[in-house]
C-alpha cells in the first residue's frame, strides 16, 4: 500500500496546547512550596503570614526560572521591544493617560469590595486585609512601572490605554478593547479575592497535620493529602492570578465574553455559590461520603482513599 507521509505527521502531532509555562517554571515553583512548607512544619508556623510567604515561595522561583533561564521577557508576545527605548518625555502623556485607566479601575473594584458585606466576612476578611494594605504600595509604583514599561511597548495603546482616553475625553478610543480591559479585570477581582481568602486555611491545615495520627487512618491521610493537593494548587493559583504582567509574558490576552461561560464559572465560586449547604443545589442532604459507607472495612478503605488522592 502507498505511504502517505504526511498523514503520518498529522497523526504523530501532540493534540494538546503549549503549556503557558514551561516545564522548569513549573517545577521550580513546586519546589519552593514543597520547601516552605517543611520549614513552616518543623518550626511550626501555622498562621496566615506563612500561607502568604508560600505563596511567595511559589512565585519568586518561577519568576527567577523565567526570566534567567526561559528568557520570557524577550518573547515577541509580550508585545515589548528592548531594543527600542523611547525617551520618557514621547511616551509621558501615554502613560498618563494609562494610569488614569489603571486607576479608575482599581476605585472601581474598591467600590465592589466596599459594597460586598461577604467581602469583609469570614475567610474572606483576610483577603480584604491584603488588597488594603498593598492598595497604597500598588498606587505609588504603577508610576514608575508604566513610565518604564511604555518607553519599550510596541503599541503603548493597550486596553489600559484606551480605558483612561475615554474617560479623558481623547480621541481614538477602541470600545471593544476597553470591554476586553474591563472583562480581565473581573475575573481578576473575582477570583484573586477568593483564593487569597483560601491561602490560610489549607495551608494551616497541612501545617497543623500530625503524620502518626494520620498514617494510622486511611481516611484521615487521605484528607491531609488531598489537602496538600488544594494547598499547591491555590498556590500556583494565587501566583497566576497576581503577576499577569508583561516583562514576564503572563499579561491576561484575553477574557471569555459569553455569559454561558461566566455561568457555571460563578456558580461554583461564593458568594455566589449554588452547591453550597442549603443552596439550591444542594446535593447533599440524604448522603454520605465513601468514608461512611465503607467504615469497618479498613482494607477497602486504603484502596478508595488512594484512589480518592490520586
Request: proline share 6%; hydrophobic share 50%; charged share 15%.
Amino acid at each position: 500500500m502507498d505511504h502517505d507521509a504526511q498523514l503520518a505527521g498529522m497523526a504523530e502531532t501532540d493534540p494538546r496546547p503549549q503549556s503557558a509555562v514551561s516545564h522548569g517554571a513549573g517545577l521550580s515553583g513546586l519546589v519552593g512550596v514543597l520547601v516552605w512548607i517543611g520549614f513552616a512544619r518543623h518550626y511550626g508556623m501555622d498562621g496566615p503570614y506563612s500561607a502568604l510567604v508560600n505563596v511567595a515561595a511559589c512565585g519568586l522561583p518561577m519568576i527567577v526560572w523565567s526570566l534567567l533561564v526561559d528568557k520570557v521577557h524577550r518573547n515577541p508576545s509580550t508585545g515589548i521591544d528592548w531594543s527600542a527605548a523611547r525617551l520618557w518625555r514621547e511616551t509621558l502623556d501615554l502613560s498618563l493617560t494609562k494610569l488614569a485607566g489603571l486607576w479608575a479601575t482599581w476605585a472601581g473594584i474598591a467600590v465592589i469590595y466596599g459594597a460586598g458585606r461577604f467581602y469583609w466576612e469570614g475567610n474572606f476578611a483576610f483577603a480584604m486585609w491584603c488588597f488594603t494594605n498593598a492598595a497604597p504600595i500598588l498606587f505609588v509604583a504603577s508610576i514608575p512601572y508604566v513610565l518604564w514599561i511604555d518607553r519599550y511597548l510596541v503599541e503603548p495603546r493597550d486596553v489600559a490605554w484606551h480605558l483612561g482616553a475615554w474617560l479623558t475625553g481623547h480621541a481614538g478610543v477602541d470600545r471593544e478593547a476597553i470591554y476586553g480591559h474591563l472583562r480581565a479585570w473581573g475575573v481578576k477581582t473575582f477570583f484573586l479575592a477568593f483564593m487569597l481568602a483560601i491561602v490560610p486555611p489549607g495551608f494551616g491545615n497541612f501545617v497543623r497535620g500530625d503524620v502518626a495520627s494520620v498514617l494510622r487512618d486511611p481516611v484521615a491521610l487521605s484528607g491531609w493529602l488531598v489537602t496538600l493537593m488544594f494547598l499547591i494548587d491555590v498556590a500556583f493559583a494565587t501566583v497566576g492570578y497576581l503577576l499577569t504582567f508583561r516583562p514576564l509574558d503572563s499579561h491576561i490576552r484575553s477574557a471569555n465574553p459569553y455569559a454561558a461561560a461566566w455561568m457555571p464559572a460563578l456558580m461554583c465560586y461564593p458568594p455566589f455559590i449554588l452547591m453550597t449547604t442549603g443552596g439550591p443545589l444542594d446535593y447533599h442532604p440524604g448522603t454520605s461520603d465513601w468514608a461512611y459507607w465503607f467504615q469497618g472495612h479498613p482494607r477497602r478503605r486504603i484502596r478508595i482513599g488512594g484512589a480518592d488522592v490520586r
